[in-house]
């Protein structure tokens, strides 16, 4: 997920004409398009190798748990993404990293109680980086990055050594 949203960061970037100044129409549609298609790899990415883990270990990915994590994680991710929506609707654009950081952290900091108390840690982050972002949105696509991209990528190798690894 990570790499999915650093290559739509860098994608964004240069989508760009001036990533400090007003964002016309047109930019606006396209950098709609490029998050759309980064959730969409992301969902489907997860969801494929969440099923390959389930099958490995004979899970589902449809218990009882799993229902849980998911209900927990859009009840915060919902709303969220709604008001990110509405707010491109409206030209309003300057806070919906911040937006995305926050719901997206307190998602996780949410669904921590239902699986690794790591995921707590990576909300805390996220919930950090999107606090410090509402006062510095001339740096939005960075906190963006640095939060969706190298945040996850960070937490996907310290899982993998930390459970993964031990578990082959």
Request: proline share 3%; hydrophobic share 50%.
């Given at each position: 997920m990570g790499i999915y949203?650093?290559?739509g960061a860098i994608t964004v970037k240069y989508l760009l004409k001036n990533p400090f100044g007003l964002i016309d129409i047109e930019q606006q549609l396209s950098i709609a398009g490029v998050a759309a298609l980064t959730l969409i790899l992301a969902i489907a990415t997860a969801a494929f190798l969440s099923e390959?883990?389930?099958k490995k270990t004979g899970d589902s990915?449809?218990?009882r748990a799993a229902r849980r994590v998911h209900t927990n994680l859009f009840i915060?991710?919902?709303?969220g993404g709604i008001l990110?929506?509405?707010?491109?609707?409206?030209?309003?654009?300057?806070y919906i990293t911040t937006i995305m950081l926050c719901f997206y952290g307190l998602a996780l900091i949410s669904?921590?109680?239902?699986t690794f108390n790591d995921i707590l840690y990576l909300g805390c982050w996220m919930l950090f980086l999107g606090m410090?972002?509402?006062?510095f949105t001339q740096y939005s696509l960075i906190f963006w990055t640095l939060g969706f991209g190298i945040l996850h990528i960070s937490y996907g190798?310290?899982?993998y050594f930390k459970y993964e690894r031990k578990a082959k």
């Open positions: 949203a650093i290559l390959r883990k389930a990915i449809f218990s915060c991710l919902l709303p990110s929506i509405a707010m491109g609707i409206s030209g309003n654009t300057q669904v921590s109680r239902y410090v972002n509402s006062f190798v310290l899982m």
